[in-house]
């Protein structure tokens, strides 16, 4: 039977959404774009008032303000710059006001593209220099062929989709968004009133194609936006509620006891008396390790804090009632020291063993043999621990340091190896609890926001470039007396197309500099085994200098180097920086941070004044957002279609609330049936990678 209305869902086939022709949904497959969600779900990055173009002979007042032209070419041509090396394309247009200048590098492929004649509608900045008088760099741009149909419109602007042009896919999305009609609410009409939220159809139907371009739209907080932004957060807090909640469920089947022989051993291994803040962890831990529910537990403190003997502590405490302890590290150089860390501290009293890829296929034979008879109590090793065919006799606790994020798929593993075992996660990196929320969602949270006593303060101090040559004579003195020193060069993007360029050039430069001193380079590129070989030597004194980029941001402890010089400063996030000057004043030796930058210095002496890893986390989060907070990889873990963890942490808050009574409100069974119809309304969330 053909229905004329077909029941449209979400996951309806593009090509039979009215109006998509056979090719069309093709091509939209490909793209990853098969569904109707899919297409809802593609939102515009900016809109177009056509009604209002700015004539070009106006465009004085918008210098460095972005703008909407539209006008005629009237020449075009690609011709290459002698100075810069580079393949330019130019094109004048004029809209009968005046011309201007548009001007692209290195896409020489536009003269087939833009050509004399041509309408176009431009998009960009204005800048006025000294050799031109005003020109647009590098601008959207459209080409309006004949038929001027959006003219006096507000036009969506999407993202490129295979080489379907601008026009047509807008047409494709009004055809979805024709369709909203029929698709059914998946937020319950109670949740909405609570959250103050409007229909799901009428929101994106607005976002799509708003009657208004009003202030509250353009800061992202019209009604329609606010529906879409705590959908997002209270389907994912939902989601990870359930999901911990369905965990809960597993009991753990062992019972732990801290009695006073215990505590009497504890007391004896420890070379100092712990802080405030570490025993309140302490007991934080310790309760969840008796507690029936599994513990999933992050723990923060600063660089130095003392996070990795609390970690111990607790394994003493797993390790003393018959359980076995795994301790993951994210690189070979991180379990060494770890593992010597651990045979310092419990070596006498604990069977401590070390798995790294490096062993040999007897030593991994014993490894597996020891952990499988319960022999070995404590292992150190790194995540291969959980992908190699490893068991357990009984896996009570496993303790994850240095990594920001892990996963769902990690905590699947680890559950795989023992009865339910607990988690703790160890973080330097002061994630503001904001942002802990929205990444783990189902974490609790322990902060060590004490240091231990009689640290030394590290100085920081920022010079400009013209004060290098002093910094390095400084340097050179500190050398001199047998201290380390660390040169770090802001390559941001280790993993994207890299330019290595001005990392070899300061390399070149200090060993020009540093005739006499040992000068190594460390980087991204490097294999593992380079890197570590490299860092090995840093560690035994053989190198004096280490020029390197970011790469020596995590975990590294060398107490001998007291120097981290900073190049271009301004290019690093403050909690980057922050993590780079923990990498010294690990020792006896006096220690210096020095940035060198000749901008954004107001943000820079803030990073100066302040010691607090957690302070400056906070300040960095609203000056750059998550992902610099985070590193570009582990930000990849938010995505959030639309809803921006920053610049909406207040709706965050709201959809954590509602998510929490919404749970105890509909039990578990309902909740989750809720949060799989959620679910199943967006593309692909921050919970299905
Ligand atoms: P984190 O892992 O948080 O960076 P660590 O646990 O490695 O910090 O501790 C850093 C250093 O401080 C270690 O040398 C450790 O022995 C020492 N330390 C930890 N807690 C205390 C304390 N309460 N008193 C004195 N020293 C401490
Ligand atoms: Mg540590």
Redesign the pocket.
């Known amino acids: 039977m053909v229905q004329n209305h077909p029941v449209l869902t979400p996951d309806t086939d593009v090509s039979s959404i009215k109006g998509i022709g056979k090719a069309r949904a093709e091509t939209l497959v490909e793209a990853g774009l098969g569904t109707l969600r899919d297409l809802l779900w593609l939102f515009p990055f900016r809109y177009e008032d056509r009604r209002h173009p700015i004539r070009i002979a106006d465009l004085g007042k918008y210098v460095e303000t972005p703008v909407l032209i539209r006008g005629r070419v009237i020449s075009a041509a690609a011709r290459v710059s002698p100075r810069k090396r580079m393949r330019i394309f130019e094109a004048v247009v004029e809209d009968g006001s005046g011309g201007v200048k548009l001007v692209w590098f290195n896409q020489a492929y536009l003269a087939d593209q833009i050509k004399r004649g041509d309408r176009l509608a431009i998009f960009g900045v204005p800048k006025s220099s000294s050799y031109a008088h005003l020109q647009i760099e590098s601008p959207d741009w459209e080409k309006f062929e004949g038929d001027e149909d959006e003219e006096g419109a507000i036009v969506p602007i999407y993202p490129k989709v295979g080489n379907i042009p601008p026009k047509a896919l807008r047409k494709i999305i009004a055809s979805a968004v024709e369709s909203l009609p029929q698709l059914e609410d998946p937020m319950p009409a109670a949740i909405r009133k609570r959250l103050g939220v409007i229909g799901l159809s009428e929101a994106l139907r607005d976002i799509h194609e708003p009657a208004v371009l009003d202030d509250a739209f353009l800061r992202y907080r019209a009604p329609a936006h606010r529906r879409i932004i705590l959908q997002e957060f209270f389907t994912f807090q939902l989601a990870v509620r359930v999901r911990r909640a369905t965990e809960e469920v597993k009991k753990k089947t062992r019972t732990i006891s801290i009695e006073e022989d215990l505590r009497e051993e504890v007391r004896k291994v420890l070379?100092?008396?712990?802080?405030g803040a570490?025993k309140r962890v302490l007991r934080e831990v310790a309760d969840d390790l008796r507690d029936s529910r599994p513990m999933y537990r992050l723990l923060q403190?600063d660089?130095?804090?003392?996070?990795?003997?609390v970690a111990l502590i607790a394994a003493m405490i797993m390790i003393r009632n018959g359980h076995q302890v795994a301790l993951l590290a994210p690189t070979e150089i991180l379990v060494e020291q770890h593992f010597q860390r651990t045979l310092q501290l419990l070596g006498k009293t604990v069977v401590v063993a070390k798995a790294t890829g490096s062993a040999s296929a007897g030593e991994r034979r014993t490894l597996a043999a020891g952990l499988r008879s319960g022999y070995i109590q404590l292992v150190v090793g790194t995540h291969a621990i959980l992908e190699e065919h490893i068991s357990f006799k009984s896996l009570g606790l496993a303790i994850v340091d240095e990594q920001h994020r892990f996963g769902v798929e990690q905590r699947q593993k680890l559950f795989a190896k023992g009865d339910t075992p607990d988690i703790l996660v160890?973080t330097?990196t002061p994630i503001p609890r904001s942002l802990a929320l929205a990444i783990y969602g189902d974490l609790e949270l322990s902060v060590?926001d004490e240091l231990?006593?009689g640290r030394q303060r590290i100085r920081t101090e920022l010079r400009e470039s013209i004060a290098l040559d002093r910094v390095l004579r400084f340097m050179d003195d500190e050398l001199s007396r047998g201290a380390q020193a660390y040169v770090v060069y802001p390559i941001i993007e280790e993993s994207e197309k890299l330019n290595l360029r001005p990392l070899s050039h300061g390399f070149a430069v200090m060993q020009e500099r540093f005739p006499s001193r040992r000068v190594a380079m460390l980087h991204g590129r490097m294999s593992s085994a380079e890197k570590e070989e490299t860092m090995d030597r840093f560690k035994r004194g053989e190198i004096d200098l280490l020029v390197s980029t970011t790469v020596i941001e995590v975990g590294i402890d060398v107490p001998n180097a007291s120097i981290m010089l900073i190049l271009d400063a301004d290019r690093f996030g403050l909690s980057q920086l922050h993590q780079l000057r923990g990498r010294v004043g690990r020792g006896e030796r006096k220690s210096y941070c020095i940035l060198i930058s000749d901008t954004d210095k107001e943000r820079l002496h803030l990073f100066a004044e302040t010691e607090s890893g957690f302070d400056l986390a906070d300040v960095d989060l609203r000056l750059r957002g998550p992902g610099d907070l985070l590193g570009t990889r582990q930000s990849g873990a938010l995505r959030f279609r639309f809803a921006n963890i920053v610049r909406d942490h207040d709706l965050l808050e709201r959809a954590r609330d509602e998510a929490i009574a919404v749970m105890s409100e509909l039990g578990l069974e309902k909740a989750d049936a809720l949060a799989r119809t959620l679910l199943g309304m967006e593309p692909a969330s921050a919970l299905r990678d």
């Open positions: 070379p100092f008396s712990l802080t570490q403190g660089v130095g804090s003392g996070k990795t003997i160890m330097a060590i231990p006593p």
